[in-house]
Structures are given as C-alpha cells and as structure tokens.
C-alpha cells in the first residue's frame, strides 16, 4: 500500500503502455488529479490554509454550500488526503502528509494561489473568526503571500515584534525582513520611508543577540542614509547611539568617539534628554 492507496503499484514500474510515476510528488499529484474539480479545488484551498485546517475558515474561504463541503471532505478523508485532528472547541483537519500539502500547493497557479491567500486574510479578519493563539502570525503569513503588501507591513511587523517579546529573535528577523521587503511594493511616501527606517532599527535588535553583526551595521547604515534624506534628525540621533554601541564593540575608539560626538550634538539640538543619556 504506497500513500493509502491500495492495490497500488511499484514506483517505476511500467504496464503497458503506461509509465507509472517514479517519485512520490508525481504518485500524488497524480492522485491529485484524479479527484473531481470540486474536490482538487477543496484540498488546494486546504493546503493554502496550512497542514492544520480549521473547519470554519475553510468554509469561510472555499464558499461552498455546507452539504457539498461536508461530503467533499469525506471523500477526502476516505482517500486519506486529510483526517479529523480535533472536534472541541471547534473541527480542524489535517493533512495525512506534509508532502501532500507541498504538492497540492505547488500545482496551483500563483494568481489562484495569491487570491486564496487573500481570501484567508479577510477571512481570518472576521471579527466572528475564532482560531488559535498565533493568529497574528497567520495573517503576516497570508497578507505577505496573498501580497497585501500595506496589511503585509503592519502585520509581519507585529509578529516580529511578538517573537521579540519571547526572545525568538531568527523568527523576529523573518518577519522584519518580510515586512521591509513589502514595503518595496508600496509608494515611497515620507510614512513608508520612515517605517522603512523603524524596521531596520528593529531588525537591529534581533540581529544583535545572533551576532550578526555584519547585517547589523549594513542595517543602521541604510537606516542612517534614509534618515539623512528626510532630515530626520530624532531618528538620526537614535542611530548614533546604536553606531557608538556597535564601534565600541569592534574596538574601532574614533569611529564611536565620532557617532558620539555627533549623537549628542543632536541630542543637545533637540532637547532630548533621554537621547543625551543614551549617548
């Protein structure tokens, strides 16, 4: 029995005619498509809503009448593409396979892939919508794919912020960086420009317990020359102080005597004394 299929037949083995598929992603998506439209439809959708299903939001994305999609998910379940995980609070399913959730995904087009995506962001955005604690982090994932680029921003900074907060600083980086690379998408207003700025600050943060220090200071740099071209001068003040931290660290005493020198006189400028002490 290969992948819950019985009776079924040795990778590479010809009958006939017929060339049998030599790897398992070609068995499955085979498979795949010897389900009815409605039904290769559901399982895709299924597999751009993760491994772990919740039933209402796939009901919510696939918008089928409830008879059809209770009986669509049976036939999936008979042929042991998804099973029932969890019926308190609330129905979710899973899928048998994490390959088989690659592979459903991976045959979708990207304008059906990056509309479903969407779907799920609005639907996930529903006030009624109840699903689990890292709801946060699913919609940064789906508005970044679904390229809802300015929900992509706000969300993926959140997440990044959120994972922060419980010290997972390479899952922190992801989600800065995702939310620096939509912001490319988006119009280069002053708003945008500085948030630019504010994500590298943050990216900065996360950086600096992986010793990445490298990224660290390409980072500030970038943030230092954005800052620059607004005449930003707070922001330029708070980058100082990160510089001095940083060349102070590699030993280099002029360059953090110079970011110091330059920190405080803006610092003075400003009137900012919480700057002033930083520095």
């Not at 959120?162 to 800065?176: C, D, N, P």
């Not at 707070?234 to 970011?259: C, F, N, P, W």
């Amino acid at each position: 029995v290969l992948l819950g299929e019985k009776g079924a037949y040795r990778p590479g083995l010809e009958i006939g005619s017929i060339q049998i598929p030599s790897t398992v992603q070609n068995l499955l998506a085979d498979r795949i498509d010897r389900l009815s439209k409605a039904q290769k439809h559901l399982l895709q959708t299924a597999a751009v809503i993760g491994v772990v299903v919740p039933f209402r939001l796939l009901q919510s994305v696939a918008e089928l009448p409830e008879d059809e999609l209770y009986e669509y998910l049976a036939k999936l379940q008979s042929a042991e593409f998804i099973y029932e995980t969890n019926l308190f609070p609330d129905v979710e399913y899973s899928f048998k396979h994490a390959l088989t959730t690659e592979v459903a995904y991976g045959a979708l087009l990207h304008e059906r892939r990056t509309f479903l995506h969407a779907r799920i962001v609005k639907a996930l955005e529903e006030p009624t919508e109840h699903i689990s604690h890292d709801h946060l982090e699913k919609l940064a994932h789906h508005a970044f794919h679904g390229e809802i680029w300015d929900k992509a921003v706000s969300y993926s900074k959140e997440a990044g912020s959120k994972a922060m907060e419980r010290s997972a600083y390479r899952v922190a980086v992801i989600y800065f960086d995702r939310a620096l690379a939509s912001l490319e998408h988006l119009p280069k207003s002053r708003h945008n420009l500085e948030q630019a700025i504010d994500l590298r600050l943050d990216l900065r943060n996360a950086l600096f317990p992986l010793e990445e220090l490298e990224r660290l200071l390409e980072n500030l740099r970038a943030a230092e020359s954005l800052s620059e071209t607004l005449g930003d001068q707070r922001r330029l003040g708070r980058i100082s102080g990160y510089l001095v931290h940083y060349y102070t660290l590699m030993g280099d005493r002029q360059k953090a005597t110079e970011s110091g020198r330059r920190g405080l006189a803006i610092a003075q400028a400003l009137g900012d004394f919480a700057l002033q002490i930083q520095l």
